[in-house]
């Protein structure tokens, strides 16, 4: 049970992440629709921190549970970042005018 036992040695870092996904929601859902392109390019530049954290961790990893959250927030983070650049694209060909 090594997954039970990764959870009880950092309950603390869990509440912590739970604590910053209802903030998250509580701030987005807030914001007006015309700030969500820029707050979306600001989230892409975030998430490219995050990728370059999860290749650290997975490179100091010393068991398989580590490497396999590395990997996991790897491909979670390239998918956001690449999704939100495909959403901030179209969104400001939305804005061009027609020719």
Request: hydrophobic share 60%.
């Amino acid at each position: 049970m090594a997954i039970l036992e990764f959870i009880h040695q950092n309950i603390d870092i869990i509440y912590l992440v739970i604590l910053m996904i209802f903030v998250g929601i509580e701030l987005i859902s807030h914001v007006p629709s015309v700030l969500h392109t820029p707050l979306m390019s600001g989230a892409n530049a975030i998430h490219g921190v995050v990728i370059i954290g999860a290749i650290i961790v997975m490179g100091q990893a010393e068991g398989t549970l580590s490497l396999i959250l590395g990997f996991i927030a790897v491909i979670l983070g390239t998918l956001n970042v690449v999704g939100g650049f495909v959403v901030t694209d179209r969104m400001l060909e939305m804005f061009k005018k027609k020719k």
